[in-house]
């Protein structure tokens, strides 16, 4: 067995019968080293978690990739592409394509007894998908845009408290188009009430039957906005634009025939920007920790050496070298450390399951777009913090544990 390794767990396990001031100074250190992993892994769920819950619902209102006319800019006002293109089996066969789904927008206005709102109506047809909105649906039902051209659309909370309207109330919509024309008037009605809290877009998406749309546009059947993809794996989402870019671009002659892909980065960069900014947050609150953690630990470490200095006497004088002896200390501070990551660990993850679980902390959902904080709980994640600290905060001891060096055999063994 390694010399310094066996002399370290013999000190490690000699701790708890230390009643010593270096043993109270030990588990000062050991309980910073605890509450701070403890912090750091509640920010970087809360971080991520936030993140991931926005992310989740602009995706969820605009997918991950739209493909759409090169002519469509946006205000959402697109121009026509055909519902059959040549590039949608190999859209669908790309591997991390979950699905494919044709969409149509419009904009419009919405005109009660006293107030008017700006909103854009989306059609889409009976294959969407609507898990989405299944999710943050608080009344009503999805609409099942089959048969008919049915009138029935969801609407959100807020679009509803603006205009004095609830369930099963007409909706009375103004649509203009490039023409000129007199504005065409629709009447639908509200089968479904939703809220995701994300003001900007529950403000201005009203979800339909997208023979509306073709309608209210004098398109035929035939004819949509585009094409909505989305994937199984965000991360990938710029070598997935690529690809399907590959397969979309056209440089056809014949009008309405050239398309784009447009991600939802792309789409909403200020949204995602912002997100980006709070990485800036969790790596100062990262830093700062390690470092508070570190230095506890240099304190304590500097105890240890002091309160041991006559077995440091007695081991160079039997020949050990200042290395030798600085490793028992540094496999020392590893076992210290490794028993407070231990219990920072331990303390946040119960902290994270009660959140996610009893959901007791809550937010502002007009300051901050949902009504509980997030978690986002990734062992992936917290193996890399605790390697990360633990790598760094050894690191840190190696300096103090260079101090043995200055301490002298014969003086240590002058005296008991």
Not at 177 to 183: A, H, K, L, R
Not at 368 to 374: C, D, G, L, Q, T
Request: with cysteine; aromatic share 10%.
């Amino acid at each position: 067995m390694n010399t310094e390794i066996f002399i370290a767990r013999r000190l490690f396990k000699e701790r708890e019968n230390n009643h010593h001031l270096s043993m109270t100074i030990i588990n000062i250190a050991l309980a910073g080293i605890a509450l701070g992993i403890a912090l750091m892994l509640v920010a970087v769920a809360v971080v991520t978690g936030f993140k991931k819950e926005i992310g989740d619902k602009v995706i969820g209102f605009g997918s991950h990739i739209q493909v759409v006319n090169y002519d469509s800019n946006t205000s959402y006002e697109t121009a026509p592409v055909k519902r059959e293109q040549y590039f949608l089996p190999a859209l669908k066969s790309m591997e991390n394509v979950e699905s494919v789904q044709v969409f149509a927008t419009k904009p419009g206005i919405i005109k009660t007894d006293q107030f008017i709102q700006g909103v854009v109506l989306k059609g889409v047809d009976s294959t969407y998908n609507w898990s989405f909105f299944k999710k943050y649906l608080i009344q009503g039902r999805i609409p099942e845009p089959g048969g008919e051209r049915s009138p029935n659309v969801i609407i959100s909370k807020n679009l509803c408290s603006l205009l004095l309207l609830k369930l099963n109330d007409p909706l009375f919509m103004f649509f203009v188009n490039g023409d000129g024309s007199v504005p065409r008037v629709r009447q639908f009605r509200i089968c479904g009430i939703y809220s995701t809290n994300l003001q900007e877009f529950d403000d201005l998406f009203v979800l339909g039957d997208i023979r509306q749309v073709q309608h209210i546009n004098n398109w035929d059947s035939s004819q949509v906005s585009g094409f909505e993809l989305k994937l199984h794996d965000f991360d990938d989402l710029e070598k997935t634009s690529q690809q399907v870019k590959a397969s979309v671009v056209s440089y056809r002659n014949e009008p309405g025939t050239t398309l784009r892909s447009v991600t939802i980065r792309e789409k909403y960069p200020q949204i995602f920007d912002w997100l980006s900014i709070l990485d800036m947050n969790v790596w100062v609150i990262l830093i700062l920790m390690i470092m508070v953690a570190g230095f506890n630990m240099i304190s304590a470490l500097l105890v240890l050496i002091l309160e041991r200095s006559r077995m440091i006497g007695t081991l160079k004088a039997l020949g050990s070298s200042t290395v030798s002896i600085s490793k028992i200390f540094l496999y020392l501070s590893g076992f210290l450390i490794s028993r407070g990551l231990l219990w920072g660990n331990l303390i946040g993850i119960i902290i994270l399951f009660i959140q996610k679980y009893l959901q007791i902390f809550k937010l502002d959902p007009a300051s901050y777009f949902m009504e509980i904080v997030p978690v986002h709980i990734s062992l992936l994640n917290f193996l890399l913090l605790d390697t990360g600290a633990l790598f760094i905060t050894l690191v840190m001891m190696i300096v103090p544990a260079l101090f043995v060096s200055r301490i002298s055999p014969d003086k240590t063994l002058r005296f008991d």
